[in-house]
């Protein structure tokens, strides 16, 4: 089956960041968030899954590990397992990205803050 924004479950996470389910099984899950200005996700990491964040519109912060790093569209980043990260967006405009975890990040999710 084709699948797409208007076909996938979708939910609400944060403050007013969407996420629609485009693929999760248990050893993949693919989702296309989006986030407005001015918001960002809690600290947190996960055991098992790595995670593979794609820029399609908008500029993404991400902080992780020691680090901060700016990733704006057609750029991603890789979130190894077992680093503490988040995604904030610091710009003025919205952020829309994919997320491709791998296992998926069902019940591996520990949040920090």
Known sequence: ?????????HYLWGDNCNSWILADTEGLSVKQESMPSGT???LHFH???????FILKGTATFYHG???????A???LLIEAKTQHYIANESQEQLDFLVISQPSTNNDRITIE
Do not use: L
């Open 66 to 72: 020691e680090k901060t790093e700016i990733v704006n």
């Open 40 to 42: 960002k996700e809690k």
């Open 47 to 53: 055991n098992h899954a790595q995670q593979f964040f």
């Open 1 to 9: 089956m084709v699948v797409d924004k208007q076909n996938a479950s």
């Open 74 to 76: 057609n750029q991603g």
